[in-house]
């Protein structure tokens, strides 16, 4: 498979991007971002010769790029910023838009295409709920699913524990997996259907969605991890 991966710095990104590059069955992968993913926090990556960095600045228009951007099986979508602090406004441009930008510029060029997108826990599908970020997630999981793509995945992970070295990007983050990391063990022992996961659950996962036929369109914790 020929993968292609937005956000590949990012804590899902560095996950898939890791999984990517050990599967045999992935040929090439094409790491589509502002910087390059081969400066990933995780450090050295395993068989990196199949991976191309594609650095593009311009993220809601891919003209300059649009030969580039053919002859792909997958793309996972990692990209995503918190709503803290923004407008809906704000956060609509930089999620729904930015997203659909992507988005309708592959389904253009990859009719065959399996597009995977990294939503969030308690999305709100109906697009009228009361909490402004799961209305807006919402927004974007809807649109992506009526895209003329071969399938179209929406990934909703709760709470991901980080392993393989693999850190998150923002530094509130860090501190925030810093604190909570020694109590995920206990959390996971105690209460085993808990909305947990890992970055290699989630990152096989999304590559099991590109190979398999797989029935549900939105997949929560559950479906991550059994998958």
Not at 59 to 85: H, K, N, P, Q, T
Not at 138 to 157: D, I, K, S
Request: hydrophobic share 45%.
């Amino acid at each position: 498979m020929n993968i292609l991966i937005f956000g590949a710095t990012g804590m899902v990104g560095q996950a898939v991007l890791r999984e990517c590059l050990l599967d045999p069955g992935v040929a090439r992968v094409v790491a589509l971002g502002r910087s390059p993913a081969r400066e990933t926090p995780m450090g050295r990556l395993p068989e990196a010769t199949k991976l191309e960095d594609l650095i593009h600045t311009d993220m809601y228009d891919y003209s300059a790029i649009a030969e580039r951007l053919s002859g792909f099986d997958a793309c996972f979508f990692c990209l995503g910023v918190s709503s803290a602090g923004m407008t809906e406004a704000a956060y609509t441009r930089v999620t729904h838009d930015l997203t659909l930008a992507a988005a309708t510029a592959l389904a253009q060029r990859n009719p065959q295409m399996v597009f995977t997108y990294v939503s969030g826990r308690s999305t709100d599908s109906t697009e009228r709920g009361p909490v402004m970020w799961a209305r807006v997630k919402g927004r974007t999981e809807n649109a992506l699913l009526r895209l003329p793509f071969r399938a179209a995945y929406m990934f909703r992970p709760g709470v991901i524990e980080p392993l393989d070295g693999i850190k998150p990007k923002s530094k509130v983050y860090r501190l925030a997996y810093f604190l909570l990391m020694p109590y995920l063990s206990l959390v996971k022992f105690l209460w085993p259907q808990a909305a947990l996961t890992t970055t290699r659950q989630v990152g096989q996962a999304m590559i099991a969605v590109a190979r398999l036929r797989v029935s549900k369109s939105i997949l929560e914790v559950a479906d991550i991890n059994a998958l």
